[in-house]
């Protein structure tokens, strides 16, 4: 059954540390999300991933975010400078077909630690 | 806007009796309504959907809800729970059009006990 790859599972990184997360979608998936879970918090939307360029972000998602397809197989999410509340559980997420009217599939996560 | 709130944040239950999860959304567009699970270590697998056509859904693993506009629910049941069950549980909701950009509850902890 096809999957949503995440990696690493778990990232520990420096205050101010720029890092990348690493995702592998489904393969004949269009569109792609990044979600994020601060402990004991609701898992929150972050962007949306269409045509190579963001078709929706939320108030979290500010200049220190950035996605980018880079060859047409990972989907990677960089936290450019890192801060003590980017620690949490990234989760990437896909869904396919013509219009977005496909359920999406999520990775398992990367928990990232800021320390 | 839309929002869902999941009324338990932690139901235990024995093995072999039913599982009642509660989920209440709102929404000002006509919504369409998830219930995903997280096994521990695991990604977040979809167990069923709702998106304006039966309002009786059934899921995997035995699983099913009911969309109530009424009461504004969306509940998930199973008549008789395992010890793999034993999970977290995620009420979901969106735009009916725009499926990726999900609302999430809190959700709600299940503990199965033999």
């Known amino acids: 059954e096809p999957e949503v790859t995440q990696t690493p599972s778990h990232q520990v990184t420096q205050m101010g540390q720029e890092v990348i997360l690493r995702c592998v979608p489904i393969?004949?998936?269009?569109?792609f999300y990044w979600y994020r879970q601060i402990l004991g918090q609701k898992v929150e939307f972050l962007v949306s991933f269409y045509n190579n360029e963001i078709s929706e972000k939320s108030e979290i998602f500010d200049d220190q975010f950035s996605v980018e397809r880079p060859d047409g197989s990972n989907f990677t999410l960089k936290i450019r400078s890192t801060k003590l509340e980017d620690s949490a559980m990234y989760f990437c997420a896909s869904s396919g077909g013509l219009n977005m009217n496909t359920e999406a599939f999520f990775g398992q996560g990367t928990r990232l630690t800021v320390v | 806007a839309q929002s869902v709130t999941q009324l338990d944040s932690h139901v235990s239950v024995s093995e072999g009796t039913p599982v009642l999860l509660r989920c209440n959304y709102s929404?000002?567009?006509?919504?369409?309504l998830f219930w995903y699970v997280q096994h521990p270590n695991k990604g977040l697998q979809l167990l069923l959907k709702?998106?304006?056509?039966?309002?009786l859904v059934k899921g995997i693993n035995g699983f099913e809800a009911e969309f109530k506009k009424s009461e504004t629910s969306f509940h998930l049941t199973k008549p008789s729970a395992h010890m793999s069950d034993a999970a977290e549980y995620f009420c979901v909701v969106s735009k009916t059009d725009s499926w990726g950009k999900l609302q999430f509850g809190a959700g709600t902890q299940v503990v199965v006990t033999p």
């Open positions: 709702y998106t304006s056509a039966a309002t």
């Open positions: 393969s004949n998936h269009l569109y």
């Open positions: 929404s000002s567009y006509s919504p369409s």
